[in-house]
């Protein structure tokens, strides 16, 4: 009934002699144009979002109305602001704890001229659809979505949430790269959109969170120096050296002062804390992937213990993966690396980009999707902005993000 009553409004707006639409000409809509648009807003809810953030009512209200000047600002904003929130997201900047991975950049040249393309193709659907991320991980938190009881709230607001961190990431994601996923303490190495292979990683604890943020791997070095800093020489190192210098010393940590305190260095060797390998990805928050000598705490399950930097099960092994194909670094190569101690820095080849992101929700190694504990309490403040409500910021939003224990490790 509501469809008949548009389509006689829009003929009566045809009859009258007027345009459709008002000015300005290059956004005309046509009544089929904004039921599409219409339409498309109903299905929001399989992406998460909620249709009566855009518009919805107005829109469907100057569709019945017959005011055409009406019908062209309410589609027209409609159209810009779900544009916006696909590609780049609906929550803001501020509640988007410790995440320093770009936002897909969409100005409003780009919007504007995104709409006069639908406009002029007659394909609003198909344009907006365009936006939203393809990786298989959205597709499959989507599914899950669909598949989820309205009354199963948590999974529910979980699924939203993480389809929300997926809208932040970049659409033109490399052909291959490494993804660090905080919550399920692991790291993937993805090619050509599959995961190839997964490690266990140990994580930030929740007063030193590691933030999320991209970076590119250029080199990898074997047996590192560990440059310690200076907050962990006030918290621990610095009472070693100076109240138990001969065990300080066993453990490879070499000291030099001068007017402004000591500085703190662990030469190569078993108890090295960055382990035998450390990956270059400069980055202002000084974390890195790294190796580790306590490789006993990858038994834990919920393993979030260091000071911010991500620390690598079987290290080795990712070293070779990544030099693999290049000249001169086989793994026998490596090993005779690493046995003599010396610290070495070989350039990759072919850098690769590292995202280090939060997903509660993400496909596992058998390729089904699984639920993570919120381990720094972060899904909340989205999930709250996805309906508009007020949340107090988790506790580590206002930590101090840096000095982690590999800052400055050579």
């Not at 610095?238 to 260095?265: D, W």
């Not at 997903?359 to 909340?380: I, K, P, Q």
Request: net charge neutral; with cysteine; charged share 20%.
């Amino acid at each position: 009934m509501f469809r008949t009553i548009l389509v006689l409004v829009c003929l009566l707006m045809v009859f009258a002699g007027g345009p459709v639409l008002g000015a300005p000409q290059t956004q005309q809509w046509s009544c089929a144009e904004a039921e599409e648009l219409l339409g498309f807003t109903a299905g929001l809810v399989r992406e998460g979002l909620d249709p009566a953030d855009y518009g919805v009512e107005r829109l469907r209200l100057a569709l019945a109305s017959g005011d055409t000047v009406e019908l062209n600002a309410a589609a027209t904003d409609t159209f810009l602001r779900l544009a916006g929130d696909l590609k780049q997201g609906h929550v803001p900047a501020g509640n988007r704890i410790a995440w320093y991975i770009a936002t897909p950049p969409f100005g409003e040249d780009e919007r504007n001229a995104l709409l006069s393309e639908a406009l002029r193709t007659h394909d609003i659907a198909g344009r907006l659809a365009s936006l939203l991320p393809t990786d298989r991980e959205y597709r499959a938190l989507k599914d899950g979505l669909a598949e989820t009881p309205g009354s199963d709230s948590a999974a529910t607001q979980r699924l939203r949430a993480n389809l929300e961190r997926w809208r932040w990431m970049p659409r033109d994601m490399p052909s291959r790269y490494l993804l660090v996923n905080v919550p399920a303490f692991e790291l993937s190495l993805v090619d050509n959109g599959k995961t190839i292979e997964r490690y266990r990683i140990i994580v930030g604890k929740i007063g030193t969170p590691t933030p999320q943020f991209s970076a590119t791997v250029t080199a990898i070095i074997f047996n590192p120096w560990w440059d310690v800093p200076q907050s962990i020489v006030a918290e621990s190192v610095g009472e070693l050296v100076r109240a138990h210098p001969a065990e300080a010393r066993a453990k490879g940590y070499v000291v030099s002062r001068s007017r402004a305190g000591i500085r703190v260095r662990q030469s190569p060797g078993p108890t090295n804390a960055l382990g035998q390998m450390k990956l270059v990805m400069p980055n202002p928050f000084t974390i890195y992937i790294h190796d580790t000598p306590t490789r006993s705490l990858f038994e834990d399950a919920v393993r979030a213990f260091s000071h911010g930097c991500i620390r690598v099960e079987h290290a080795l092994g990712l070293a070779t993966t990544l030099l693999g194909g290049q000249s001169g670094w086989d793994k026998a190569a490596i090993d005779r690396v690493v046995q003599s101690r010396k610290t070495t820095r070989i350039d990759l080849d072919r850098p690769i980009p590292v995202y280090v992101g939060y997903f509660t929700a993400s496909l596992d190694g058998s390729g089904r999707l699984a639920s993570y504990a919120d381990v720094y309490g972060r899904d909340e403040p989205i999930f709250a902005a996805l309906t508009d409500r007020e949340v107090g910021h988790p506790a580590d939003a206002t930590q101090r993000i840096g000095a982690s224990e590999c800052s400055g490790g050579s």
